[in-house]
């Protein structure tokens, strides 16, 4: 039985060269410039050939403000002081092939809003077009702060080797759920399952 999930969490760190700001540009397809580094991050093009749709999601009591990219990512940066930050965290997430354009997105955001909801965070969402190749592989990119936007607090939960396998585990549980409602209400089979095959029993 088919089970194209896939939901792979990780993390963007400064002392591996990497800015949350340039991660959003790529990811949404736009152009941003990060005011830590003073460079430009142009992917327009890109965004013009992959990306359908790319949104931010706040948390109740956020600055407005930060519904525009490269304000929340700028201030993402500038929380962060030290030489070996975390900047930002991703969730990648495939989408079914078989709903509809609108049902894929809505998915993405309703996955991103969990997100938000659960941990206090801002969430971009940004669902890409299938590469080159592979037709049916639809997904998003859900970038989110890695501090709560309005208390500033470090999500350590989602860091500490004591938690985080728990955490990212239940994320991934519930992203299951979501996808295979979604199915459902569309009259599809809902197979899509987050544990590997091993701890389903399949011999692979």
């Known amino acids: 039985m088919s089970n194209p999930f896939h939901c792979q969490a990780k993390t963007f760190k400064r002392s591996e060269g990497k ?23 142009d992917y327009t093009l890109k965004g013009r050939r992959n990306v359908l749709s790319s949104e931010i999601l706040l948390p109740a009591g956020a600055n407005p403000a930060l519904f ?19 900047v930002a965290r991703e969730f990648e997430i495939a989408l079914p092939a ?3 354009p609108r049902e894929r ?4 955001v309703r996955f991103g809003q969990s997100l938000v909801e659960r941990y206090g965070i801002a969430a ?18 859900v970038q989110t702060t890695t501090r709560d936007v309005v208390t500033g ?6 860091d500490s080797p004591k938690t985080s396998g728990r955490e990212i585990e239940a994320i991934r549980a519930a992203y299951a759920k979501m996808v295979n409602e979604a199915l459902a209400k569309h ?4 197979t899509w399952d987050h544990r590997s095959n091993q701890r389903r029993g399949i011999d692979t």
Do not use: C
Request: no cysteine.
């Open 153 to 158: 607090k470090k999500i350590t939960v989602l």
């Open 19 to 41: 800015s949350a700001v340039a991660a959003a540009a790529y990811r949404a397809g736009i152009k941003l410039k990060d005011e830590r580094t003073g460079l430009v991050h």
């Open 105 to 108: 997105r809505a998915l993405a």
């Open 187 to 190: 009259g599809l089979e809902p």
């Open 124 to 141: 971009q969402v940004s669902v890409h077009l299938p590469g080159v190749g592979d037709s049916r592989n639809h997904h998003a990119h």
């Open 68 to 86: 525009d990219s490269g304000t929340l990512w700028n201030h993402a940066e500038k929380m962060e002081r030290r030489k070996d930050s975390q």
């Open 98 to 100: 078989d709903l509809p």
